[in-house]
């Protein structure tokens, strides 16, 4: 894997695989809890996608990059590192592509790219403040009470509700970021997530699971430009549930 320093997290690196390939670099950004290294190979293989330079991050606390304690883990903290990571490789054009809290901080650091940004695609992310049930449940608890306990009982719960792979991601990701993460959902930000995607002024497009309709997070998107496009038999967890739809999707929203 690659990094990029972050400045003023304890010298900490994040890091990313590459793809070479053609064009601008589309970068993967994941969600709570997750790691674009474990969600996103398949999807970066499929065909449809082939041949392009892509770069799947994973954001500190999770993964394989640092778990610096002194890093905030908010929605603008991570999308102030995905900056630094196309300032360091100097690249003059980006696709961003990001998923749950991955599509907030996909928008987030889309409104401070925007000269170099080419389109924006976002899969489920947060828009609003309030969080989703994951990241309301993990935020209740406090800081110090869920790195103690919380997070072992999080993984324990959700291998047992059969989602194993987000609980091998949590198992590596470090429990004060993913209690920062998801405390910054439900706070949310000003002005909205929701707010900045729609006065972006790139191509934009909003992807849906087939099982997660009707979205109401989605209302209004379509009549602001923003294309709306399904994938099938999938629901939030579509990078596993159905990579080949999702690649699908993805390529639709570059051409």
């Not at 630094?84 to 003059?92: K, Q, R, T, Y």
């Not at 901080?105 to 489920?124: C, H, K, M, P, T």
Request: glycine share 12%; hydrophobic share 45%.
């Amino acid at each position: 894997m690659k990094s990029v320093a972050i400045a003023g997290a304890q010298a900490s690196r994040m890091r990313y695989h590459e793809l070479s390939g053609d064009g601008p670099a589309l970068i993967f950004i994941h969600g709570l809890g997750c790691a674009s290294s474990c969600d996103f190979p398949a999807v970066a293989a499929d065909p449809t996608l082939r041949g392009r330079r892509m770069l799947l991050v994973d954001l500190l606390g999770s993964g394989f990059s640092d778990r610096p304690e002194d890093f905030g883990y908010t929605v603008s903290d991570h999308a102030g590192c995905i900056v630094a990571l196309v300032e360091h490789l100097d690249l003059p054009e980006v696709d961003l592509f990001g998923h749950s809290m991955g599509g907030a901080i996909a928008i987030d650091a889309a409104a401070r790219l925007q000269g170099r940004l080419r389109r924006l695609i976002v899969s489920e992310p947060n828009l609003v403040p309030g969080g989703g049930v994951f990241s309301r449940n993990i935020a209740a608890i406090p800081d110090a009470a869920y790195v103690a306990t919380g997070h072992r009982a999080v993984i324990q719960a959700s291998r047992a509700d059969g989602d194993g792979v987000w609980a091998a991601s949590m198992a590596v990701s470090a429990p004060y970021a993913v209690q920062r993460g998801a405390t910054a959902l439900v706070v949310g930000s000003d002005p909205s997530w929701r707010s900045l995607l729609l006065g972006l002024k790139v191509p934009r497009s909003f992807i849906i699971g087939e099982w997660s309709l009707p979205y109401p997070e989605a209302d209004g998107l379509a009549e602001a430009g923003i294309a709306i496009r399904i994938v099938a038999d999938a629901g939030h967890g579509m990078a596993t549930e159905n990579p080949t739809s999702l690649a699908g999707a993805i390529a639709a929203s570059l051409i």
